[in-house]
């Protein structure tokens, strides 16, 4: 079993819509989370980390559920420019330089 | 503004050549990592180094090896290039005192092996 899991997608949504999605995660002591995006060709780049509270940034909130080992991102208002590759990063207390990345979930947003 | 330097965008290598990859990066950071990206997998690593001279392996070192010289470089090493290696490599660092580990990623490397 992968250790992080995400939908691929592609999520195609229209300009000004909402889009959510989650990623699964299997070790239980992971204490870090991230949503790091990219852009087609690009490097990944930092979004956001996930606190146990939920947190937002603008459009972005992202939430975490322990109990059921998943964190999510929804993305409100979507704008064209938010088009990406979402990639679901964790790291475990076991080894703090250690994060995994899940595949990555695509988001289009057309005009 | 903070920046990780990878040598080349794309290399083009044959098969059983040796290989190396570059990698500067400029924030004065203690941990720095090499990922290779692969479609429908993501990153996965390779090895990182937390000082100078200091090694680890990742979760696929095989076929691989690093040297870390100098804080500021890291150095990814092919021995004997091999079709299956072909991919994109992503050097990465972060600062020790991160507490949420965020990386800083090179524009990346396109490794194709002939």
């Known amino acids: 079993r992968k250790e992080v899991e995400q939908d691929p997608g592609p999520f195609n949504v229209p300009e000004g819509a909402t889009v959510a999605f989650n990623c699964t995660y299997s070790?239980?002591?992971?204490?870090?989370f991230f949503w790091y995006r990219q852009d087609c060709r690009k490097e990944p780049k930092l979004l956001m980390s996930v606190y146990s509270s939920g947190n937002e940034d603008g459009r972005f909130t992202a939430q975490l559920n322990r109990a059921s080992q998943y964190i999510s991102l929804l993305i409100r208002d979507s704008k064209l420019s938010d088009s990406a590759t979402y990639l679901c990063?964790?790291?475990?207390?076991?080894?703090?330089?250690?994060?995994?990345f899940g595949a990555g979930t695509t988001v289009t947003v057309r005009a | 503004d903070v920046k990780v330097t990878q040598s080349s965008r794309y290399l083009v290598k044959r098969t059983g050549e040796k290989v190396f990859l570059e990698c500067v990066q400029d924030?004065?950071?203690?941990?720095m990592f090499w990922y290779r990206q692969d479609p429908g997998l993501g990153l996965r690593l390779i090895y990182f180094s937390y000082d100078v001279k200091m090694k680890e392996k990742g979760d696929i070192p095989e076929g691989y090896s690093v040297s870390r010289e100098k804080k500021e470089r890291f150095s990814l090493i092919l021995e004997s290039a091999s079709t299956n290696q072909t991919s994109m490599y992503l050097c990465?660092?972060?600062?020790?005192?991160?507490?949420?580990?965020?990386?800083?990623f090179g524009s990346g490397t396109q490794l194709s092996v002939l």
């Open positions: 990465a660092s972060s600062s020790f005192a991160a507490t949420n580990e965020k990386l800083f």
């Open positions: 070790n239980s002591a992971s204490q870090s």
């Open positions: 924030m004065d950071h203690e941990n």
């Open positions: 990063v964790v790291n475990s207390r076991s080894n703090d330089y250690k994060l995994s």
